[in-house]
């Protein structure tokens, strides 16, 4: 006999071979099948991420650190500041995508243009500022999000709500209403704490669309077609093939690092592509991957 529809969606909550966007996809179903709408809207959230007006669940705020890149150090900590909360509002399939490609314990977030300008000042030269937020704080909004589902999914079961392939009787939608969302995912929203410095508060928000992406990389590939055949080859190629994927809902970070990659290896581009630079520069910190 074939598992239920919840039984399915309890065994792939628990399954690591089962992608997470899946599970959430079909918990989507499910819910909007049941009407059960305070659960639709988190998993629709999460899907698609949390906007700024959304109540953010406890487990997507992260701690991080505030770091200055030293060519000769590398990354060093800003003396007398720290980070509090960083707020991830980004899809559910960004973050996965972030952690799959991450090669070391941390990934790194840009930070707002103003704040930057003001570190630098303080430091006393220009450097590349960016809050590193360990790995495992991404890990954790997986792990939650799967945690969420299979809690529902067992209460439902309690409740008497099986289903039958994708249909479910009066009965079953009726002890459904009865199931709320009674695990508590949300909690108070952090900000940028800083000790002795003159850095006002600032909370940094990770939080771009597939869509907002595509957008950033469709500019980016104008740019570099107004240089003709001083753009970089192979990262217009990759841009965009990376822009069809985005608007087809799939976000290709790895071909997005590769022509970064080779812009920034470009001999003076921000000489002869300014703008070129620039953009890109701008997505690599909004994405981390700079």
């Given at each position: 006999m074939s598992a239920s529809i919840i039984e399915q969606l309890q065994i792939d909550s628990i399954d690591r071979n089962a992608p997470?966007?899946?599970?959430?996809?079909?918990?989507?179903?499910?819910?909007?099948?049941?009407?059960?709408?305070?659960?639709?809207?988190?998993?629709?959230?999460?899907?698609?991420?949390y906007g700024e007006g959304a109540k953010l669940p406890l487990y997507r705020h992260a701690a991080g650190e505030l770091k200055y890149l030293n060519p000769y150090n590398g990354w060093q900590p800003i003396m007398g500041m720290r980070m509090g909360t960083q707020q991830i509002r980004a899809p559910m399939a960004l973050v996965t995508s972030l952690l799959e490609l991450s090669s070391s314990g941390y990934f790194h977030v840009g930070v707002?243009?103003?704040?930057?300008?003001?570190?630098c000042s303080q430091l006393g030269f220009p450097a590349d500022v960016k809050i590193h937020v360990p790995k495992s704080a991404l890990a954790g909004i997986i792990e939650a999000a799967r945690n969420a589902v299979?809690?529902?999914?067992?209460?439902?079961?309690?409740?008497g709500v099986k289903g039958e392939g994708l249909s479910f009787t009066k009965e079953e939608a009726k002890a459904a209403s009865t199931v709320g969302t009674q695990?508590?995912?949300?909690?108070?929203?952090g900000g940028l704490a800083h000790g002795g410095g003159s850095i006002s508060s600032i909370t940094q928000t990770i939080s771009p669309s597939p869509q907002e992406i595509?957008?950033?990389?469709?500019s980016l590939v104008e740019s570099l077609s107004a240089m003709g055949s001083l753009a970089p080859a192979a990262a217009s190629g990759e841009l965009r093939e990376a822009e069809a994927e985005l608007r087809a809902g799939?976000?290709?970070?790895?071909?997005?690092?590769?022509?970064?990659g080779a812009i920034k290896d470009a001999q003076d581009i921000a000489v002869r592509a300014p703008e070129a630079a620039s953009k890109a520069a701008q997505l690599g910190s909004w994405l981390g991957l700079w």
């Open positions: 997470v966007t899946d599970l959430l996809r079909k918990a989507k179903l499910v819910a909007a099948k049941l009407k059960a709408a305070d659960f639709a809207q988190w998993v629709e959230f999460e899907i698609n991420g707002r243009p103003e704040l930057a300008e003001r570190i299979m809690d529902w999914a067992l209460k439902l079961d309690e409740a695990f508590n995912i949300y909690g108070p929203v595509a957008e950033a990389v469709g799939r976000l290709p970070l790895a071909k997005i690092r590769a022509a970064l």
